[in-house]
């Protein structure tokens, strides 16, 4: 088990370590050198050029040799200090994902968890159940070919412009401040449903055709061929088969959220709704590097989370890791 | 009465091509306390009638037959109505006995788990458990383990305990050493003679590619060839005086113990058995026969020669006898 | 199947091809995007760039599938976009599945420390979100083309195929036929050559159809970031326009009706495709 988490642990380690490099390495040696474009944009507006070049001089610090270039971003990354948004000036980029975060969160983990939950039930159900198998399959597989994007514009088509039910556009109502009230709440809900429904959709073809095709596997088994033998009813076979199916999801589930956290960012843009991923697309159209390295940032970490929660979670449900019998899963 | 009768057993397996007869008419019956091994070249039909006995599901089919242990008939044809026979009154220890339990539950729980399903409380046989466990010499941690922490012999064990727990009445074990080294194959074999001395199994079908395995524990042999069965007798008959050519050219070729001839192609029988999705008439064993005659078209009744019971399906032992 | 010796499997594989529908649906589909990519182009007389009619127009008979807020022709942006999009699941996939099968295979026949390396290089890029990553490099690139696309969508797309890779060469490593192989002293290459790769095949196959798919929707998710390559026409692109532009409040669904529909459709098929060949591949999961 000790192994098993330091393995781990050691890969996310490396794997944050290559994301920060990169995140430092893209701005400074991609062809049109940024850094400078950047920096003369800011010069554009008088009271920017001397927070920017103050900033630009701790984090960059052209004058000093690569390596401590390299060194000082590292000391800046940890104390949070990412720098100024250009295209929010003068918030400070931290702080503005900060402000983001929860909203992508409050989509996303509801629609992962949920979504996850409910296409592995419904995937165990219509295994090897002909006539709801060869329906859904179909369907299944078109959900999760189906560009986020698009699901999220005919959602937004047909409930938000054509029924008139949600809005689309926004995290809540632009008349209001946000405070704390029921009428605030029920507005977030309100604007918080579409988005949720789109990315919980798509994946939920997703997770419903694993969970299908993993059963089917998992019946052919000898296990269960000596469980029939026995004489056992078909509850306990599935039942069985169904755990058993259950572990490669979750390792599926880790293998998903980069994609899954590529969906967010397009359905937060088709919707507007100010999480991350259309503050890191704004940022990308509006050219404020600054902003687009701290989202990279974010979205990294939070990746890595994700799948440090999802490797406990494995851990707990399958015995053999726990035991030390699996090196990896 | 015998314990166990089959009568004209057909079961097929069904392919795109039609109809391959793998079991093509079996008629037999075991006496009480009979350990009867089934042997036979890979592709026999051996394995398919020790199956049709316990789990007959597609792309096996059902054509006709009958089997009855003790009074009742066994509606082999029915999966679901099987259920109340398999495990109490018919088990199986399977070829792929290693990989027989779920990987992700203990032992204990596994037991637990399958005898709820016939009523049984796992806590009520607790000792009744730790008696068989004793008797195939496992310790009794076992479990509390989980199935991929034991050994390949453990497991097997393990399965022997369990497929054996309801005493039932005919056990068949399948291939079950062909996997193992010979230390172990030997000691598995003894256990599976004490479960019939000691009355956990009323009878078992043994059914294997190694006759000199049969040789240290069955009291009879029957040998199958392309889906019919050929002969039938004690140990000893089939051993020192086969009767029919296939019988004697299995025995020839008996290598040294523990290898396994059915790997290999028969020395010194040219030709292989025939497709079993036309097979021909008469006697199947014909084009490898060095025997045959005119009235090997026809085929061969399977029946009893002498007083023994010994049965054989061949025209020239037949006219050899009468 | 048993005592079926002597036939011929190539016509067996032809049999459950054709009875499977899966895989008859999911070619289908596939056919019928790849011969409008190619004819559509000369089925209209259009440009995809090009103000050929009147703005905001619904489908009709001069229009077939309507025209966009600047009066550009929807159909003929359809069918300029459908080309790329072959060209970079085509390219993307294959590169991906190239890169991956190199390193997983290298990683589960070499084993020991090769194996140690590689397989943490792997997992290590297999944890970095994709797109984020490729959203960074393509925001700092100021000129972009289908081509970088595809190669930076292979680059980065391979890990999962990797891994896959090596379980199935551990697999077959330990498989009796290698063994023997080793045994009588074969070189490697031809035991990668004679038994390893052609049992490989079919798996290969089926990886190939999901990072094409895989690689299609990356490419499509890019372009409607506005990242996609800087000229030309795509169906993600297609959709940013409709979506930048008020389609949406405008209720002109012609215009990103189709593009998302057509992804989805030819995506889904491919994948349906593949559930046809796992079946064929694998007798346990034919029906019966």
Known sequence: MQRYLAQKLTIYILTFFLAVTIDWIIPRFMPGNPVQTMLSRAALRAEAVEVMRGYYLRAFGLDVPVWQQYLNFWKAVFHGDLGVSVYLFPKPVIRVIAEAIPYTLAILVPAIVLSWIAGNKFGAFAARRRWLDNTVLPLGYFLTATPYMWLGILLAWGFGVGLGWFPIAGGYSFAMTPHLSWKFVLDLLWHWFLPFVSLFLVMFGGWAIGMRNMIIYELEADYVQYLESLGAPRKLIRRYAFRNAVLPQITGLALQIGTIAAGAVVTETVFSYPGIGKLLVEAIQNQDYFLIQGCFLFIIIGVLLANLIVDIAYLIVDPRTRRGMVGEI | ?322 | ?288
């Open chain 2, 1 to 322: 009465m015998p314990l166990l009768e089959v009568q004209d057993l057909r079961v097929y397996y069904q392919t795109i091509r039609g109809d391959v007869k793998a079991l093509d008419g079996a008629s037999f019956s075991l006496a009480e306390g009979e350990i009867m091994g089934l042997a036979g070249e890979s592709g026999c039909g051996k394995s398919t009638l020790g199956r049709s006995l316990v789990l007959l599901k597609p792309p096996m089919k059902y054509v006709e037959g009958r089997v009855t242990l003790e009074d009742f008939s066994l509606p082999i044809w029915d999966r679901e109505k099987m259920n109340a026979f398999r495990f109490s009154k018919i088990s199986l220890i399977p070829q792929y006995a290693m990989n027989a339990l779920n990987p992700t539950r203990k032992v204990k729980k596994i037991f637990t788990d399958i005898l709820a399903t016939k009523g049984i409380k796992g806590s009520q046989v607790l000792p009744e458990l730790r008696r068989r466990l004793e008797m195939v010499e496992l310790p009794l941690d076992v479990l509390n383990m989980y199935p991929i922490e034991l050994s390949g012999g453990m497991k097997q064990r393990v399965v022997m305990v369990l497929s054996t727990f309801l005493n039932p009445s005919l056990l068949i074990a399948d291939e079950i050493t062909s996997a193992l080294d010979v230390s172990t194959q030997r000691a598995v074999v003894k256990m599976l003679v004490d479960f019939r001395d000691r009355r956990v199994v009323r009878a078992m079908i043994v059914i294997t590619h190694d006759i000199s395995l049969l040789y240290q524990i069955a009291d009879s042999i029957l040998v199958m060839y392309a889906g019919k069965l050929v002969e039938k007798g004690t140990t000893e008959e089939i051993l020192r005086a086969p009767k029919h050519p296939y019988t004697r050219f299995l025995i020839a070729s008996l290598p040294d113990i523990g290898v396994r001839y059915g790997e290999r192609k028969l020395e010194g029988v040219p030709g292989c058995p025939p497709l079993l999705l036309q097979p021909p008439r008469g006697c199947r064993f014909r084009e490898r026969c060095p025997h045959a005659f005119e009235k090997c078209l026809e085929e061969p009744p399977f029946v009893a020669i002498g007083p023994s019971g010994r049965q054989v399906a061949c025209w020239q032992a037949l006219e050899e006898h009468a």
């Open chain 3, 1 to 288: 199947m048993k005592g079926e010796k002597g036939k011929k499997p190539k016509n067996e594989f032809l049999y459950f091809a054709w009875r499977n529908w899966k895989l008859r649906l999911g070619l289908a589909i596939v056919l019928f995007f790849v011969v409008l990519a190619i004819v559509g182009p000369r089925l209209t007389p259009h440009q995809p760039w090009a103000y050929v009619g009147p703005p905001a127009r619904p489908p009709s008979k001069e229009f077939w599938f309507g025209t966009t807020m600047f009066g550009q022709d929807v159909f003929t942006q359809f069918v300029y976009g459908l080309y790329p999009v072959f060209l970079v699941g085509a390219l993307g996939g294959g590169l991906a599945t190239l890169i991956g099968t190199a390193i997983g295979f290298t990683a589960g026949y070499r084993g020991g420390w090769v194996d140690e390396i590689l397989n943490t290089f792997t997992n290590v890029v297999l944890v970095i979100p994709t797109l984020a990553l490729l959203l960074i490099i393509a925001a700092y690139l100021g000129v972009r083309s289908f081509f970088i696309q595809a190669v930076f969508i292979g680059c980065t797309a391979w890990p999962w195929t990797a891994r896959a890779v090596r379980a199935q060469t551990l697999s077959l490593k330990a498989r009796e036929f290698v063994d023997l192989a080793r045994i009588s002293a074969a070189r490697p290459t031809k035991i990668i050559l004679t038994e390893i790769a052609p049992n490989m095949l079919s798996y290969l196959v089926m990886v190939f159809i999901l990072q094409f798919g895989g690689a299609i929707l990356n490419a499509a998710t890019l372009d409607f970031i506005g990242l996609g390559p800087t000229r030309g026409i795509s169906l993600g692109l297609m959709m940013q326009m409709a979506l930048l532009w008020g389609a949406l409040p405008l209720g002109l669904w012609w215009w990103f009706v189709p593009p998302g529909l057509a992804i989805a459709l030819l995506v889904g098929a491919l994948y349906i495709t593949n559930v046809g060949l796992d079946e064929i591949f694998n007798p346990k999961l034919r029906e019966m």
